[in-house]
């Protein structure tokens, strides 16, 4: 007899790979989409489509029954690069890891499912992209994830969008969870040494149990909802804009800050390292190209 915990990591690992599979096909569209002349800057780059790759985790260099992911990664005219990944995995904590995860003190077993999205655009002016959503199972269990806006030129119009689209999903559920998770957003992606934020924020929570387990499912359902409305309307709003060298380069230039975030203090990427997971899943964040001063 399947028990409530195994029937609620079933529905949820398979939202994210449905999920995964309508951002995979709504993002292709847009690859379809473009037309004029950044098409015909682009004209030896046919419109990008997703290639997939599984993977299985091992633990301690064991192979078994430890789970594993499928990457989803896509090179196009509109996406210079993005990746959507999708990873089930299970196993123990390390000694060093267990302190940090709820649960995990008393018994080091945990199971763990979600997606994970970063796009890296052609366009300076369109604005890169981050998404997660999980639900990790300890001794305790709990949803997480969020997503943040990573313009290379900030628009007021596109922020303002972007938070309006998360706040709905948000007040949905609870008024207190919007500017909650806004605040968190903006002290998580925050770059301390270089005293500046990575991008205009968004929503970012963790740790969510509220005791209501559907009401906690159907909100992070509504996350992921959230962000394949909003997104895919800003790209449009921008890609067909000419770009110049100057904007590209400033464009490289904020690539670096970004990837220096995510090498640095990003705890999906603490998590997926300290976990046996995929590197080249965990690292499919970084942009295809970035440069320093």
């Not at 119009?157 to 007040?171: I, N, V």
């Not at 909802?225 to 400033?250: C, G, N, S």
Request: hydrophobic share 35%; glycine share 8%; aromatic share 14%.
């Amino acid at each position: 007899m399947t028990s409530t915990t195994e029937q609620r990591q079933e529905r949820a690992s398979a939202w994210f790979r449905d999920l995964r599979d309508s951002i995979c096909t709504a993002f292709e569209k847009l690859e379809d989409e473009l037309s004029g002349p950044n098409a015909e800057r682009l004209s030896g780059v046919a419109p990008g489509r997703f290639e997939r790759k599984t993977w299985q985790r091992e633990q301690d260099g064991e192979s078994g029954d430890f789970g594993g992911g499928e990457m989803s990664l896509m090179r196009g005219r509109v996406f210079e690069k993005v990746g959507v990944n999708i990873s089930t995995v299970k196993g123990e904590f390390s000694e060093e890891f267990r302190a940090k995860m709820p649960g995990a003190e008393e018994d080091p077993r945990f199971w763990a499912s979600g997606i994970s999205l970063v796009a890296h655009m052609h366009s300076p002016l369109v604005p890169a992209v981050h998404m997660n959503t999980r639900f990790i199972v300890t001794t305790k269990t709990w949803f997480g994830g969020g997503s943040d806006l990573n313009p290379m030129y900030p628009d007021e119009q596109d922020t303002a969008d972007f938070h309006a689209r998360f706040k709905a999903a948000c007040d949905a559920h609870d008024p207190d969870y919007y500017p909650r998770f806004k605040e968190w957003c903006d002290a998580y992606f925050f770059i301390p040494h270089r005293n500046e934020a990575r991008g205009v924020g968004g929503i970012f929570y963790d740790y969510l149990d509220s005791g209501d387990w559907n009401n906690d499912f159907v909100f992070t359902q509504d996350v992921g909802r959230a962000f394949l409305d909003i997104y895919p309307q800003l790209v449009r709003r921008h890609m067909e804009k000419p770009w110049t060298d100057e904007q590209r380069r400033h464009q490289l230039f904020r690539r670096g800050r970004y990837a220096e975030f995510n090498l640095v203090y990003d705890r999906g990427t603490q998590f997926g390292l300290k976990t046996g997971g995929n590197v080249e899943a965990i690292l499919m964040s970084l942009p295809p190209e970035a440069a320093w001063p």
